[in-house]
C-alpha cells in the first residue's frame, strides 16, 4: 500500500536532484536553459514529472468517473446543476 507513496517520493527526490544539479553546473539564466531542453536529462525529468502527475491523479479521475456515471445512470435524481 505505501509502495506508491514511497515511489512517488523517491522519484520526486530524484528529479529534484538533477534539477538542483543542472543549476548548479549549468548556466545562470534558468529561464532560457530550461525553455528549449538542451540536455537529456531535462527532458528526462519534465517525462518523469508527467508521469508522476498521471499517477498520483489516477485516484481522482477514477472517482469523477464513477460520479459522472452514478449521475448519467440516475437522472431523476438530479434536478438542478446547482
Not at 531542453?37 to 477514477?62: M, N, Q, T, W
Request: glycine share 4%; net charge neutral.
Amino acid at each position: 500500500m505505501y509502495a506508491k507513496q514511497y515511489f512517488l517520493i523517491l522519484a520526486q527526490l530524484g528529479t529534484l536532484f538533477v534539477l538542483a544539479a543542472e543549476g548548479f553546473h549549468g548556466d545562470r539564466d534558468l529561464v532560457a536553459q530550461y525553455a528549449e531542453p538542451k540536455s537529456d536529462s531535462v527532458i528526462l525529468v519534465r517525462f518523469l514529472c508527467i508521469a508522476l502527475a498521471h499517477i498520483s491523479l489516477s485516484g481522482e479521475y477514477k472517482q469523477a468517473f464513477e460520479l459522472q456515471k452514478y449521475a448519467l445512470n440516475h437522472p431523476w435524481k438530479f434536478t438542478s446543476w446547482s
